[in-house]
């Protein structure tokens, strides 16, 4: 069985990968994220799993995936994605973890939004990023959930798997769809990977935007919220909090956690 797994960053892409791999036979050729893929390779391997994230055409090539006999697609509450995809970016690009001035300044950024929740914007986070690092624009932050839409509608044979269902252990539609049966309990990330987790929880969303983040993110959501399924509800929490565990000292983590893994990677070449 050849089975792909596809999603937006941080939807959970990763965790279905282990989980998946944790379930499939110990022969089965593993691309976690290949940066190319030669599509003939994929005919002399009886048993492959791969990975890989849905992004802007020129950093996504699918045509060498074609050939996948079995595909997943999991989507993500936009809203949820965002937020992750924010917290996530610092350790994810390495001229922005690599400059603790950077990293502390939105560190102490996101400090502000715990301490004031409705005083930070989730969009002026995004926007301070960029002036960080001249990349991920508000616009195109929205934008992304079109792209993972226009990529679906062109090659629909995808099973789409809901990370709000994977993280609370509801399997079926995989497991019917795979023939297997998925282990139980958290999925054994390789410890490479381990700097990805942060709440696998859903909605809260509803502790980090603000009324002006509704306006802005609410009309550009709404066609990968309706496509699916999910409820045009935007009531924020009345009395919103955000713990420091899973915002700042998330970015701090990570980032350390990232660098060590560079450092370390750069010492076993250098031997």
């Not at 809203?79 to 922005?96: E, K, Q, V, W």
Request: hydrophobic share 40%; glycine share 4%.
């Amino acid at each position: 069985m050849r089975t792909l797994i596809t999603g937006i960053a941080r939807s959970g892409t990763s965790a279905l990968y282990f989980k998946l791999k944790q379930a499939l036979p110990e022969t089965t050729w593993c691309l976690f994220e290949p940066p190319q893929f030669d599509s003939s390779e994929l005919y002399r391997h009886p048993d492959v799993l791969a990975k890989i994230v849905i992004g802007p055409p020129a950093d996504f090539d699918y045509a060498p995936f074609r050939g996948f006999d079995r595909k997943i697609m999991i989507v993500r509450d936009p809203r949820d994605n965002l937020i992750s995809r924010l917290l996530y970016h610092p350790c994810g690009t390495a001229m922005f973890r690599e400059d603790a001035i950077k990293v502390a300044t939105f560190a102490n950024a996101l400090r502000l939004k715990e301490a004031d929740p409705r005083g930070v914007s989730v969009s002026a986070l995004i926007e301070l990023i960029h002036v960080l690092t001249g990349r991920y624009r508000l616009d195109r932050s929205a934008a992304l959930y079109d792209l993972a839409l226009d990529f679906h509608r062109a090659d629909d044979d995808f099973v789409v798997c809901k990370y709000e269902d994977f993280v609370a252990g509801r399997y079926a539609v995989l497991e019917d769809y795979l023939d297997v049966r998925l282990p139980a309990g958290e999925a054994d990330v390789t410890e490479q990977y381990r700097h990805v987790e942060r709440t696998k929880a859903s909605d809260s969303w509803r502790h980090w935007l603000t009324a002006d983040d509704v306006d802005f993110f609410r009309p550009r959501l709404a066609p990968f919220m309706a496509a699916y399924g999910y409820a045009d509800d935007w009531i924020l929490a009345a009395e919103p909090r955000i713990s420091s565990a899973h915002g700042s000292d998330f970015v701090r983590r990570s980032v350390a956690q990232r660098n060590a893994q560079a450092k370390e990677a750069s010492g076993t070449r250098a031997d």
